[in-house]
């Protein structure tokens, strides 16, 4: 059964998107070269709780951080730690806040400092690519067509998606039916219908769409260590079409400048 939520429930799901959306802002802010990914862990905690929200990651399912920090080729669930960022680092950040009984979850990619051609070109092709799934997003379409949007944008950039970790339904539960892969075939799945909140959130790999598991049975790498790039919206569909609650509404053309922090 696929959840639906009425617009008093999306309401209270904007709310947290909106102290989501400030936690990023702040914390882009603090990062720099030679920051540790533990010590960007201590200050999203901080900053989620000024907030007046609750870290939705730390303690879900035994995870032990607050947020994800997954680099260059670690493509999701990295563990924070003593881990410098060096310059040219792709730092994937994944955060999830709890205000209100309702969960909110976005993940963005940034270069630290200067990035190659082809890692700003990874990191703006998987930004798209959600906005290319968003756009599938109307009511009367099937979950499939959303799925094979993705996975055609990003495959005609010469990219691969990953198969193994998918998006999801979200709401009062970080994980809510229905999954949501990047990849698929038009025409099947779920119908989506209004009231349906999903968090997309294309990964995307540099080489093979393959991955693994490290031995802290969480972080994901590309099994060729290949580079990867994680961009996550909490998006819901209603009566005017979709809304991105923690992001804007479109793919604005933004500089390349703007996939890079700044050191």
Known sequence: MIPLKSKREIEMMRAAARKLKTVFQELRRSIKIGMTTLEMDEKAERLIEAQRAKPAFKGYRG???????????????????KRRLKEGDLLSLDIGLIHGGYV?????????GRAKDEAVELMEVTKRALFVGMAQMKTGNRLGDLSHAIQDYVESCGFSVVRDF?????????????????????????????????????????????????EDAWTVVTRDRQLAAHYEDT?????????????????????????????
């Not at 209603?238 to 922090?261: C, H, K, R, V, W």
Request: with cysteine; hydrophobic share 40%.
């Open 104 to 112: 909110s979850d976005a993940a963005r990619t940034w270069a630290i």
């Open 166 to 214: 998918v998006g999801h339904g979200i709401g009062r539960d970080m994980h809510e039916d229905p999954q949501v892969p990047n990849f698929g075939k038009p025409g099947r799945g779920p119908k989506l219908e209004v009231g349906m909140v999903l968090a997309l959130e294309p990964m995307v790999t540099a080489g093979s769409w393959e991955v693994d598991i490290l």
């Open 63 to 81: 995870y032990p951080a607050c947020i994800c920090t997954s680099v260059n080729e670690e493509v999701v669930h990295g563990i924070p730690s």
């Open 235 to 263: 998006i819901a569909l209603t009566e005017a079409g979709p809304e991105n609650l923690t992001g804007p509404q479109a793919f604005d053309e933004e500089l390349s400048d703007s996939f890079l922090i700044k050191t």
